[in-house]
């Protein structure tokens, strides 16, 4: 492929051996041979059509195609009968939204799950990778346990937390009441306060592992001359990761972040299992109420329209990262 461009090159360029009537004579290193179709022909790029060429067809058929129609059925008024009219195209779902108390419920919640989740969880999962980091006994066991949840599908989650959850025979106010602090115990998922909380802390539970594993990658790649020079200068373990170690684990932290914010946005199964396509407003996310709108109410252009606006959302995550990465030389 390279000779084919260097042979074009050659026919626009300037060249030594032009005539002087304006003409030129083609010599031995500018002649386009059949043997150089040969090998463009035998090139990697012609020979690799076959492994790469059908994948990106499906993917670019059944994804970006798929978003792409999406993204026009939200400027249409399709209700689910009959077929769609492209012939008059606007944004009026998207001003709906506005003005839409179940929309902005669920954006709210969803900004609150997306923020609190990943918060809680980066923290909790760099405590347990500082824990992990040091030698203590059996903190390979440690580290299985706490990673053995992120194996778990959203749908085995919500069954096993809403058990958990329950207000009569659950672990967590059973366990309550035999402490003698039955007072506390409560209807967590069915309580509108304590419901979207409910939904963050077993997230939390599911994705701290994976945070942990993140992390401690991280720490393991700082130079322990560095741990050693601290305890020279007479820095406490306290001050030693809070000014030396933490501030070195910014990329563990960004792509941790990411892959958080990604499946917080993704938490439909988790929530629609737990509490069906109705969570209500406490708990409301804009995946489910897409799912609601789409398939319930047979809305097909505001649940379009409200997919959008969650594509939009994993774009302003994604994007900037991959910038970044891209900037760095790593992509």
Do not use: H
Request: glycine letters at 8%; charged letters at 15%.
């Amino acid at each position: 492929m390279n000779r084919v461009f260097a042979w074009l090159y050659s026919q626009f360029s300037d060249r030594d051996d032009a005539q002087t009537d304006g003409g030129a004579v083609p010599t031995e290193s500018t002649r386009f041979s059949v043997s150089d179709l040969r090998g463009v022909v035998k090139g990697d790029f012609v020979r690799g059509l076959v492994f790469w060429l059908p994948p990106a067809l499906l993917m670019g058929l059944f994804v970006y195609g798929a978003v792409s129609w999406n993204a026009l059925i939200s400027l249409t008024d399709w209700a689910g009968f009959g077929s769609p009219d492209y012939g008059s195209l606007d944004f009026e779902m998207y001003g709906r939204m506005v003005s839409d108390g179940s929309f902005i419920s669920a954006a709210r919640n969803t900004f609150v799950l997306l923020v609190a989740f990943t918060a809680v969880s980066l923290g909790v999962g760099l405590v347990l990778a500082i824990l992990v980091d040091q030698d203590i006994r059996g903190k390979n066991t440690v580290r299985t346990i706490y990673l053995l949840p992120m194996s778990l599908s959203f749908v085995v989650t919500a069954i096993f937390w809403a058990w958990m959850y329950n207000p009569t025979s659950g672990m967590i106010n059973v366990l309550l009441r035999s402490v003698g602090l039955g007072f506390f115990a409560n209807d967590w998922i069915s309580d509108p306060r304590t419901k979207l909380a409910a939904v963050i802390f077993a997230l939390m539970w599911q994705f701290s592992g994976y945070c942990m594993v993140v992390y401690l990658a991280g720490l393991r790649a700082i130079p322990t001359e560095q741990f050693e020079a601290a305890r020279i200068d007479g820095a406490s373990t306290v001050r030693m990761y809070r000014r030396v170690i933490i501030p070195q684990l910014r990329a563990s932290t960004l792509s941790g972040a990411i892959v958080l914010m990604v499946f917080a946005l993704k938490a439909f199964d988790f929530l629609f299992v737990m509490f069906g396509d109705t969570p209500g407003p406490s708990a409301d996310i804009l995946a489910v109420m897409m799912f609601r709108e789409a398939f319930s109410s047979t809305n097909w252009a505001y649940g379009s329209a409200i997919a959008t606006v969650l594509f939009v959302m994993a774009l302003v995550i994604i994007g900037p990262y991959l910038l970044f990465q891209y900037r760095q030389g790593e992509l």
